[in-house]
């Protein structure tokens, strides 16, 4: 299984990335969690991708196509958070055909504009593990803190309101292009991200062939 998970900024990628990789037992590759860990631990990498991060904009194609190759092995993957235009989507085609390898489907997570600002001031991580809430939909048992780890839950400095803005607005230039570059391949699947998130599984699965499937 390899796919590609598609969506605005807040659409549920990673919580579906999240539920289909407990599920399915297989990797989940997701390149803004790569690139905040860089961040945290003050590496190199992170040094060179923090300003852009903390500004709402996209990281440059060389320096994230890196850490796509470097990641990308044989075993199947769920990819979240690349390719973000369509550069990166012929840079991904690239790296997988040097390594013999195809992928099934890329699915975008539709969600509106509205639903999305709305997901995204609420969303909260934790510290430690890196779990993620939402004070509404998906709140912790105590607040604040994490079910997972006890860590502390925190807002990503990328969720204030005016750098949601700027990554809607980044978003939406590269996004139709990205789109019909997979739809031409026939690649492409959308799914009404605006439901529960067990909803959003249960649409993203029936495009595959591996029978009835529940993530709770
Ligand atoms: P990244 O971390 O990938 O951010 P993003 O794409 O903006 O997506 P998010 O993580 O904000 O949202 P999501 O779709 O994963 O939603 P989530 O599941 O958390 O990238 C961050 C930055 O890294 C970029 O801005 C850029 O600088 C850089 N970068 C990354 N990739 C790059 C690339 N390819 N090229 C260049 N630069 C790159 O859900 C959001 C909230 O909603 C959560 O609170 C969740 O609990 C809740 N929720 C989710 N689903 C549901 C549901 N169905 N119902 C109710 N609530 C839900």
């Given at each position: 299984m390899r796919i590609i998970l598609l969506g605005?900024?807040?659409?549920?990628k990673g919580t579906q990335v999240k539920i289909l990789t407990d599920h399915f037992k297989i990797r989940g590759i997701s390149l803004g969690d790569i690139l905040r860990q860089e961040v945290k631990r003050n590496s190199p990498l992170g040094g060179k991708v923090k300003e852009y991060m903390q500004e709402g904009l996209l990281v440059p194609d060389e320096i994230v196509s890196l850490v796509i190759e470097e990641n990308i092995n044989n075993e199947g993957f769920i990819l979240d958070?690349?390719?973000?235009n369509v550069s990166q989507a012929e840079k991904l085609e690239s790296i997988l055909n040097n390594k013999n390898l195809s992928f099934d489907k890329a699915i975008y997570l539709d969600v509106s504009e509205n639903m999305l600002i709305t997901r995204l001031s609420g969303r909260r991580v934790c510290k430690v593990c890196n779990a993620n809430y939402h004070v509404k939909n998906m709140p912790s048992?105590?607040?604040?803190?994490?079910?997972?780890?006890g860590g502390e839950l925190i807002q990503r400095n990328d969720d204030k309101p005016e750098v949601i803005k700027k990554r809607w607005v980044v978003f939406q230039k590269e996004n139709a292009s990205l789109m019909d570059y997979y739809r031409q391949r026939d690649k492409l699947v959308i799914v009404d991200?605006?439901?529960?998130a067990e909803e959003v599984f249960q649409a993203i699965v029936k495009?595959?062939?591996?029978?009835k499937h529940s993530c709770l």
């Open positions: 605005a900024p807040g659409s549920g958070g690349y390719p973000r048992k105590r607040e604040g803190i994490c079910n997972i780890c991200a605006n439901k529960e495009n595959f062939n591996y029978g």
